[in-house]
């Protein structure tokens, strides 16, 4: 009951809707990050939006558009509540909003170069099949990121392919080749790989175990 006296009396006007958009988001945002912390081994759906030739580093995902939306909300409400008007909120939101998300996508950029360091050896990757994480341009013409096993982990690594058409978010897709230390070269799988890899699952799980 408190809460929702506290809720409806939320004044001034815009309040409800800077503190509603600060909650949901700092809660997507928090969501994603535990899981970060737990090995990365689970994301949301994110966005199909093109990033272009600098493959954006997560900055449309989910997890970008929740860090632009957690320093809008929270900033919004703050300089409401601080008693200056509206378009002067929604302006001073915008720009914490942009700064925030600027800030999360070169801190996101710095954990996948953690990622890289050491002993990942991305030629483990080849032959493996990966999900699409941020779209891939045709023809090399820019880079995108997939999700793929390498050593045991799932990893994000930039991604190339030499595919006619653009590839979208959540494409299946085989890497074929390591490009330099940190970008793969990928292609998607035609039904004849899909056939192939389904005939050699049964296959395996036939030999393992036989008829009596």
């Not at 002067?88 to 996101?108: E, W």
Request: glycine share 10%.
């Amino acid at each position: 009951m408190k809460m929702l006296e506290w809720w409806t009396n939320l004044e001034p006007e815009g309040m409800q809707t800077f503190v509603t958009i600060g909650l949901a988001s700092s809660l997507v945002l928090f969501i994603q990050m535990i899981f970060i912390l737990l090995g990365g081994s689970f994301d949301l759906p994110d966005l199909d939006l093109d990033t272009g030739s600098g493959g954006g580093a997560g900055m449309f995902s989910v997890r970008g558009i929740g860090a632009f939306f957690t320093g809008f909300g929270w900033t919004g409400a703050s300089v409401l509540d601080l008693g200056y008007s509206l378009p002067l909120a929604l302006i001073a939101a915008t720009v914490v909003g942009a700064v925030t998300l600027t800030v999360f996508v070169l801190m996101m950029r710095w954990l996948h170069s953690l990622r890289s360091d050491g002993t990942m050896d991305y030629s483990n990757a080849l032959n493996q099949i990966g999900s699409v994480y941020v779209p891939i341009p045709p023809r090399r013409e820019g880079i995108g990121q997939i999700e793929v096993l390498v050593q045991e982990r799932v990893t994000t690594v930039r991604a190339l392919t030499d595919n006619e058409e653009r590839i979208g978010n959540r494409t299946a897709v085989k890497v074929v080749e390591l490009i330099d230390e940190r970008t793969l070269l990928v292609e998607t799988l035609s039904p004849k790989s899909r056939d192939s890899d389904t005939d050699s699952s049964a296959t395996g799980t036939t030999d393992q175990n036989p008829s009596s």
